[in-house]
């Protein structure tokens, strides 16, 4: 099977790239380290975890007429129906022609196909429905809003196709912000991403990042090395199941995810010309009917800030919009023809 090698993505200066292929072996800690989430005398028994947490993680493996690529999943009940497979949307979104084939591996070797019920590109989340998913166990759901730095994690996955793999570590930093490179040009945004002291390992990607209790407190995705160096540099992220869960209810439910939208199209503004536009992002077009345009802003407008943070390139937007609520009131500062003005932009869902 052809493996794909994971993207790269420069997402810090000093480290140079982040790795979208797969996460997160998470290295080093033995079993007697706290949870300083729970409280002071709970030990995390890493192997007591792994009996809990490994009959719910599956490897999945996705075949199109011209490639393939393996990638992890783990099996969630989002409401009262059949369990599901949350997991990666590049885990899924394997180059080629043809209708993607999936099937899943749970860790007692057993196999089943799998189909895809929805992916979200922007957040990084997709939904699998496996044919005899009522054969595994759904996780525990935990609660990402309680981790603290310090705390120990466990990752469970198939690094390089290796099911049922188990490793450890620390929570390194919460509430991240991951810009992560995707297939045909599309990046992935992780937004108040769980930071571990994780090994980058293609194929984690989709598995289980869990707390002591063995309870599903994020969705591995990403992780970090040196430009250059495909070896672990104990910088991985999983998305927070806080925020995950919504969306993966809401592609089981629909197939897709409504964002929130500001109805713009940015550009960049050549960095010769930054200093005369009044900044270094400009709009490219504003929907038709949409808030940008309600709100009378203008193809040609430089956009500098909106609610406050400040818009230095085009990403900037969708970082914006992923934390905005739909139906608040948004100021947008812009500049047109050399003067500055401030528009009210009331968000909408795409």
């Avoid at 022609?97 to 196909?113: E, I, L, M």
């Avoid at 603290?148 to 450890?168: D, E, I, K, Y």
């Avoid at 945004?189 to 990042?209: E, F, K, R, Y």
């Avoid at 040609?300 to 818009?311: E, S, Y």
């Amino acid at each position: 099977m052809d493996r794909r090698t994971p993207a790269v993505l420069g997402v810090v200066g000093v480290l140079g790239g982040v790795v979208g292929g797969g996460v997160v072996g998470l290295v080093g800690w033995g079993s007697d380290w706290g949870n300083g989430g729970s409280s002071a005398s709970h030990i995390c028994d890493v192997e007591s975890v792994a009996t809990d947490a490994l009959p719910s993680v599956v490897t999945v493996a996705v075949h199109t007429q011209s490639g393939g690529g393996t990638g992890s999943g783990v099996v969630v009940r989002l409401g009262s129906g059949s369990p599901v497979i949350a997991t990666n949307a590049h885990v899924v979104a394997v180059p080629g022609r043809g209708k993607p084939q999936v099937q899943v591996t749970y860790a007692d070797g057993h196999t089943s196909s799998a189909r895809i019920d929805g992916v979200d590109k922007t957040t990084d989340l997709a939904v699998l429905s496996p044919s005899d998913s009522d054969n595994a166990p759904a996780i525990a759901i935990g609660d990402s809003g309680a981790l603290r730095v310090g705390n120990p994690v466990v990752a469970l996955g198939a690094p390089l196709g290796l099911s049922s793999t188990v490793t450890s570590g620390i929570v390194s930093a919460t509430g991240r912000y991951v810009r992560v490179p995707g297939s045909n040009g599309v990046a992935h945004h992780l937004i108040g991403a769980v930071q571990t002291d994780a090994a980058i390992n293609p194929g984690n990607s989709g598995g289980a990042l869990v707390d002591c209790d063995a309870q599903l407190v994020g969705i591995n995705a990403a992780g970090a090395s040196p430009a250059g160096d495909g070896g672990s540099s104990g910088l991985g992220f999983a998305i927070p199941i806080a925020l995950a869960k919504p969306l993966l209810q809401e592609l089981a439910t629909h197939g897709r995810v409504s964002h929130p939208t500001l109805g713009l199209l940015l550009a960049e503004v050549p960095r010769a010309m930054q200093a005369s536009a009044g900044g270094s992002v400009t709009v490219q077009a504003v929907e038709s009917g949409g808030p940008a345009a309600v709100a009378g802003i203008r193809a040609g407008d430089v956009i500098v800030d909106v609610d406050g943070q400040a818009v230095h390139e085009p990403e900037d937007l969708t970082q914006i919009e992923l934390g905005a609520t739909v139906g608040a009131h948004v100021p947008v500062t812009v500049v047109r023809n050399g003067s500055k003005q401030t528009l009210q932009l009331t968000v909408a869902s795409s």
